[in-house]
């Protein structure tokens, strides 16, 4: 069973930043894509990145295109969502999770983290 295990979050001023870590189980990521999502109290949960975890090709979400970086370190079996210019709509619990191909949609992914708290202050 997959086991991801997500850190980095905390309470940080609106355009500070933060590096989210979502550590894998095993020898090796056991699935194709790592996911980031967010989900706000009352909110559904949205998708923010994911990186293919091969060749390291990714995606992001328009609202945060330009401000956070998904990568992957592949020897520490560990990937990353660098969040920059953070601002309080940023606010949220982040998950990472893994699923076999690309998606945006939360169903699509197999294993979850137990998510982090990011909070922006003003």
């Known amino acids: 069973q997959v086991q991801l295990v997500e850190s980095g979050g905390g309470l940080v001023q609106a355009g500070g930043s933060l590096r989210l870590s979502c550590a894998v189980s095993?020898?090796?990521?056991?699935?194709?894509?790592m996911g980031w999502f967010r989900q706000a109290p009352g909110k559904e949960r949205e998708f923010v990145a994911y990186?293919?975890?091969?060749?390291?090709?990714?995606l992001y979400t328009d609202s945060v295109k330009g401000r956070f970086i998904i990568s992957r370190d592949t020897a520490k079996n560990t990937g990353y969502l660098q969040m920059n210019s953070l601002k309080p709509e940023d606010t949220a619990v982040y998950y990472c999770?893994?699923?076999?191909?690309?998606?945006?949609?939360?169903?699509?992914?197999?294993?979850w983290g137990q998510g982090t708290q990011v909070t922006v202050s003003s």
């Open positions: 999770a893994a699923a076999d191909f690309f998606s945006r949609i939360v169903s699509e992914y197999d294993y």
């Open positions: 095993g020898r090796t990521f056991s699935r194709n894509v």
């Open positions: 990186i293919r975890w091969r060749d390291g090709v990714a």
